[in-house]
């Protein structure tokens, strides 16, 4: 079985500050994770992907994450937000192609 | 990149009536389709997994006679909610997954809102 935790529900940030958003799996086999952004009425766009090798991940949108196995966590940042990160962020486990999300954290970037 | 559509993108309709929603992979072959329901605020809950050619596998909980899924081509995907009614009103994502050895990754589409009123 597989499992996600997504810590916060909520994270509010300013403009130019450091986003953080923080993401604990459980997984029983070698994990696939993955953090996806969703703007309202919308569908899910991939930011970033662990499969294998290099433990920090870099997306689209200046975003990155750090593949921490003794930690079990997948922490997803970005240095400095823009206004436009302002979104629901979703981090997910699969394996065999089904995926596990987590309950979301919404980002607020404040001006 | 692989992308992946969903139609329509929003449907009303009459409590009783059946809506279909198409997931379609419009760049590569999916032999493995999912269906998610998110209601307002909440995560995406995977409602089945869809195989071209063969039956769907539904969640624990999920009305197989009430959310029909079709997987007719390595292409297209259906979802037909059977006599909606109001506690069925939510969005619905469909993935498809990408050929194996691309590290599991699905596809989104735009998701379908449906109300039933």
């Known amino acids: 079985a597989q499992s996600v935790t997504q810590l916060g529900s909520h994270v509010s940030v300013s403009e130019g500050a450091l986003v953080l958003l923080r993401c604990n799996y459980s997984?029983?086999?070698?994990?696939?994770l993955f953090w996806y952004v969703q703007y309202p009425n919308q569908g899910l766009q991939l930011l970033l992907k662990y499969t294998t090798g290099a433990t920090l991940v870099k997306g689209i949108n200046g975003f990155e994450a750090e593949f921490k196995k003794s930690e079990t966590s997948f922490h997803l940042t970005k240095p400095s937000a823009h206004m436009s990160d302002a979104a629901e962020y979703f981090c997910?486990?699969?394996?065999?192609?089904?995926?596990?999300f987590g309950d979301g954290t919404t980002l607020t970037v404040k001006p | 990149g692989a992308v992946v559509s969903q139609h329509p993108s929003r449907v009303i309709c009459k409590s009783g009536t059946s809506v279909k929603i198409e997931c379609r992979s419009l760049d590569f072959q999916a032999t493995t389709m999912f269906w998610y329901r998110q209601f307002p605020k909440q995560s995406l809950m995977l409602m089945a997994t869809s195989n071209e050619g063969s039956k769907a596998t539904y969640e624990q909980g999920v009305e197989k006679d009430k959310f029909l899924i079709n997987h007719a081509s390595l292409t297209l995907s259906t979802l037909t909610v059977t006599s909606a009614h109001p506690e069925d009103s939510s969005f619905y994502i469909c993935s498809a997954r990408v050929p194996s050895g691309m590290g599991n990754e699905q596809f989104f589409g735009p998701g379908t809102r449906l109300t039933v009123l």
């Open positions: 997910a486990v699969s394996d065999a192609g089904k995926s596990t």
């Open positions: 997984s029983s086999v070698p994990p696939y």
